[in-house]
């Protein structure tokens, strides 16, 4: 399985950035989860063959270009982009997203091959297929019902928290999983904005090193995150300064294989 985070800054020099400001992480250059900066730093090949995008929840950088991706294909597409989500997470694209006001409503429109979105709809806590994906979703501690997601194929699982504060059942589904090979888990936060982090339920590197513990003994690398890029920095050194074992920082633009 490869797995890869997009890039969505960058530098001085005009090159790709390890900041990140928006989600989008891509397996096996054909699905993707989230798309806040898919249609902007995405390959080619990646393009060409991305058709299931999963979204763990709607929230502005984890969404944002998702209108810019369906616009670029909207008239090549022989397949209909295919939009997994849950209940919520649709009424808000259709409301707040997909209204005719900020953008078209694909739902309502077809090229000459057909429609060019569909929305798959699922539960949280189920299980469901995207392209050669097994998906089983679990209920994270956000807002806006918020999901964290088990990914397995035929030979390695992987698991992704999204965004998230202080939770459970995914930490206990970690635990039992003999095939996990990877989590990646968000750390938005440094310590001194503990109350900012509570309140937009987010984690700290404090909050982080209580969750992992939660897991007992584990086998598999955690990778960091959703880290806030305005302190990137300063949250590293407290992840480095917590002794986490096992622990990096996932590396914005790398292929990760597993």
Avoid at 41 to 65: G, N, Y
Avoid at 110 to 126: C, L, M, P, R, W
Wanted: hydrophobic share 40%; proline share 4%.
């Amino acid at each position: 399985m490869k797995v890869q985070l997009l890039p969505s800054s960058i530098d001085e020099n005009g090159c790709a950035s390890q900041r990140q400001h928006l989600l989008s992480i891509i397996i096996d250059d054909r699905v993707a989860i989230d798309a806040g900066c898919l249609a902007f730093s995405c390959t080619d090949v990646q393009r060409e063959q991305v058709r299931d995008i999963i979204l763990t929840h709607p929230h502005l950088d984890h969404i944002a270009a998702l209108p810019m991706y369906i616009d670029d294909l909207f008239a090549m597409l022989k397949e209909p982009i295919r939009i997994h989500a849950t209940r919520e997470s649709i009424d808000i694209l259709e409301r707040d997203i997909f209204n005719w006001a900020v953008y078209p409503r694909f739902s309502e429109l077809k090229n000459d091959f057909g429609a060019v979105i569909e929305y798959h709809e699922f539960s949280q806590g189920t299980v469901f297929e995207a392209a050669h994906l097994s998906v089983r979703s679990v209920p994270v501690n956000h807002q806006v019902g918020s999901n964290g997601y088990f990914i397995s194929d035929r030979t390695a699982s992987i698991a992704i928290t999204g965004d998230t504060a202080e939770t459970d059942e995914i930490w206990r589904e970690c635990g039992s999983s003999a095939n996990l090979k990877a989590m990646m888990v968000e750390c938005a936060f440094p310590d001194e904005l503990d109350d900012l982090a509570e309140a937009s339920f987010h984690l700290t590197p404090k909050r982080l090193r209580a969750e992992l513990e939660k897991i007992g003994e584990r086998r598999f690398p955690v990778y960091v995150i959703n880290l806030k890029p305005m302190y990137r920095d300063e949250v590293i050194e407290q992840l480095k300064a917590e002794e986490i074992p096992n622990l990096e920082i996932l590396e914005v633009g790398k292929v990760y294989e597993f």
